[in-house]
């Protein structure tokens, strides 16, 4: 694992396919706030509920001209599936081999068997303004999210 993120520190750099297979760089983000989300799985439980929670506060995000971005292991055709079935708007990446979660640092999740689950909130200049960890309490990320956005 690397170096966990911490506040202040700045967005790192990556590219990654999202479900509909384009290479997205996070270095394109700059400009505007984004928040990523690490998630251990498409269609588990847990991780449905955290994905619709975000789909359903997802017009609170446009509103703040927020970008969300969900990051698993699963494959490309995995989040198609997966974004499809749940009318998912926002972007899910493909990380095969857990490369950017490994970057971010993220901890592992339960029992240290699964990956961790933890949402990062950036400003526009791409620098980190908080984050929260494993909170199987899915909502509690959105809305933690949305406040530290309307700071």
């Known amino acids: 694992m690397g170096k966990a993120l911490k506040r202040g520190d700045k967005l790192p750099a990556f590219s990654l396919q999202d479900q509909e297979g384009k290479v997205l760089n996070s270095k394109d983000?700059?400009?505007?706030?984004?928040?990523?989300?690490?998630?251990?799985?498409?269609?588990?439980?847990?991780?449905?509920?955290?994905?619709?929670?975000?789909?359903?506060?997802?017009?609170?995000?446009?509103?703040?001209?927020?970008?969300v971005i969900g990051i698993s292991n699963n494959t490309v055709k995995s989040h198609e599936a997966f974004a499809k079935r749940y009318q998912l708007p926002f972007t899910l990446l493909a990380d095969i081999g857990d490369t950017v979660r490994t970057l971010f640092g993220v901890p592992k999740g339960v029992f240290g068997i699964l990956p961790g689950r933890v949402t990062y909130i950036f400003d526009a200049d791409g620098t980190l303004v908080d984050w929260y960890d494993s909170d199987v309490r899915v909502k509690g990320h959105i809305k933690k999210a949305l406040k530290a956005l309307s700071l």
């Open 29 to 67: 983000w700059f400009g505007a706030p984004v928040v990523i989300y690490f998630y251990p799985s498409d269609n588990t439980v847990i991780c449905t509920a955290q994905a619709c929670t975000f789909r359903d506060y997802y017009s609170d995000f446009k509103d703040l001209n927020v970008r």
